[in-house]
């Protein structure tokens, strides 16, 4: 026995402590003698196969999750001194034993940890402290055309007037619906717009977009009030070498959009434009809708899909051109030139991308398996995936917490892993085709066949992720994919990249009509599979059902031995408990970030209702709100024709109501409560009104000088406005856009118990973090808050003494 294996499979028990073999369990103690050495002779395989290394980027990526979702990460002094003294306890270790591979997985899980301070650090993006209007002046480094001609404009912010921002972001994102000469990239533009903090989840646990915004240096979105005015930018010269660079790629890439779109108008061109740069806005919501749902969204993102195609185009079509020249084929390696070749054209297309995570995944991904190509080394393994996903994870760890990242590694590793388990199945016994008829049948069963288990281990191996962040899963995805992935790798991608080359001579018209052709017929397929529903809806999972799945996931496709088979036991017992336990706990009440959106949930089971106060819902937010509260009845407001409130006095002239308008309102205030039903909300404009079962009455307005009236007659009232006052004297319970504003969105539980108690879910709790901070800002003494909490008051004081329960607060995980 070599001594390094010792480590791993020696006995557990003394061989004086062992049980004797004997007697009917004797197979059972057998086996259970032989799991230790047999347990170690796997991890000794996996070693000799160098599949540990496939776990680099797992502990780099696992260690930056962590520190994204710890509360209170260390600071890097503390992460830096465990590292070194980790190092050192690595360095002397003995090589290829338990405690050296622990040693090694700590080490680089820490690491991961400092690359994620890093990258929050070097972000260092200002967030927009609150909503306002300002004129808003900058230089355009990014713009996108949408499906109703509207332009999206990425603007590094030079100015802000009326009023000048105090903490203004670096760049923004804005959206200008008016009709106006489009500005070009590098040209100044400058309007009247309303800037608001990039949104937070939209329910507690849902996806945080100012953390995404954060990351991407994005400070602020809005629109523009009316046309911007656009000017020459003068600041060229300023500029250095990379941002030149980066300018001139953008403007190639915005280009070249704008020559598919005049070339196929309508839905083809833009999902032309997404295929081959990455232009996602141009397209109209049905055909974004169809293709979601029919389980085909991933065709429109740059993935490993299109970047392998173009690398295999370019490389089989300059192999097949250079083997022409038979004096060229016997002098040089011309396998080796078309790799180059191909690497040159992916590397292109990488650069007019714009640097999606998914295209930079795949690019590195090809070009390190036509490296391989390079030094005779296999192309296609799950080392290549490895160090593709070491490379990401070291310049931007934030990646590895987006869908994207893990949709886009989860499916390729599937994929590699399948394709190796698939070449190393016995052969057929079946005897191979003669005929010219059964060679072409083999050939399309093949065909079929391959795009059938390409669909249905990428479908099950992103089922997870977008099960976790979606909450929806198609049904028909493998119908529509083994429709549609013919004509893409046939049809679509020859005809783009072949278009693509011949652009700059003007010749590409012919080959673009046909990519048109093409995605018409995807498009048709989407719609035709959308139509058969929209699938299965998830509500909201809890938080170790992604950790338990994704673990399992990770074992089974990256280890090679019988261990993988871990992994198999951990996904079906995770699916299991998910399955058994009972489903989270939706509250009874929940309110959007700000306030604008309120829904009550009533009734259980298959019974369960969603009544809102709005007629029109926020589709952004509402979209989400629908697959996690899991409610297919959506109960609308009624609207009552008793009059409107009259018009707010305007509290910067100092002008107040007189005293019959004050009556007036109070008695439509009366009107809506006496007719408010149960269990729905009843509304007249800026108001509305719903009593519960408890008895309880909710009132949600739009005006804050409404707010006193609105305690006297509710037990609980939402604002959504900004106010002054942190409670309602009556007692009621008061929340506002400014009590949400540190909290987000929040969900209420304990509608039907004891009145003076309610548990409060909030999107955000404790100490903030970098793309949390702004929340807590308070402009006026350029200070921050310490902790993201929600004070509430209580309608009863406790009356054993003087003080106040406070409110249970959970943190949604």
Sequence with gaps: MPARRAVFYAPLLPSATRPTASGPKAPIYAALRR?????????????????????????????????????????????????????????????DTASHVILSAVCLTVAGMLLAQWETARAATVILDQPLV?????????????????????????????????????????????????????????????????????????????????????????????????????????????????????SLRDRISTRIRAVLPGDAGAFAAQIITGERRSMSEEATEALRVSGLAHISAISGLNMALAAGIFFVGLRALLSLAPALTQRFPIKKIAAIGALMAITGYVLISGYQVSAVRAYLMTAIMLFAVLFDRPAISLRNLALAATAILVVQPSAVMGPSFQMSFAATAGLIAGYAAWRSRPRTILPPARSLGLRIAAGGAKLVGGTLATSLIGGLATAIFAITHFHRLSTHGLEANLAAMPLISLVVMPAGFIAMLLMPFGLDGPFFWIMGQGLELVLSVASTVAGWGEGYVFPRLPSWFMLGTSAGMLLLTLLRSSLRHIGTALIAATLAATWLMPRLDTGELVISEDARLVALLTGQGEGRTLAIN?????????????????VETTMQPMMLAIGELPAAPDWRTGETWSAVQRSSAE?????????????????????????????????????PDLVGAACDRADIVVLAARTRLNACRSGAFLISQTSLRATGAIEIFGLEGAPHYLTIRASFEGKPRPWTAHRLYDWRTASTAEAHTLQLPVRERDQASDTIPVSAVEVAQ
């Design 667 to 703: 008695a439509l205030l009366d009107q809506l409560t006496e007719t408010a039903e149960v269990d729905r909300f009843t509304c007249i404009k800026q108001a509305c009104a719903v009593r519960m079962q408890s008895g309880k009455m909710l009132m949600t307005l739009d005006r």
């Design 134 to 250: 300002t004129t808003v002046t900058g230089v355009v480094e990014r713009r996108e055309q949408g499906a109703a001609g509207e332009w999206r404009y990425t603007l590094r912010v030079t100015a802000t007037t009326e009023p000048s921002v105090r903490r203004p972001p670096d760049r923004v994102n804005v959206l200008a619906r008016s009709r106006h000469a489009p500005a070009a990239i590098g040209d100044s533009l400058s309007g009247r717009a309303r800037l608001s903090p990039p949104s937070g989840p939209a329910m507690p646990g849902l996806n945080d977009f100012a953390f995404q915004s954060y990351f991407n240096g994005i400070g602020a979105v809005g629109f523009f009030l009316g046309p911007p005015a656009t000017f020459a930018n003068l600041d060229v010269a300023d500029m250095d070498v990379l941002t030149r660079i980066d300018r001139a790629l953008f």
């Design 35 to 95: 799991l230790p050495a047999y347990g170690g002779e796997c991890v000794v395989d996996e070693m000799r196969y160098g599949h540990l290394f496939l776990f680099l980027p797992v502990c780099l990526g696992g260690g930056a999750a962590v520190w994204f979702a710890m509360p209170s990460p260390p600071s890097a002094v503390i992460l830096i001194t465990l590292l070194a003294v980790l190092s050192i306890a690595l360095f002397r270790s003995t090589r």
């Design 614 to 630: 709005r007629t029109r819902p926020p589709t952004f937010i509402f979209d989400q709100w629908r697959p996690v509260l899991d």
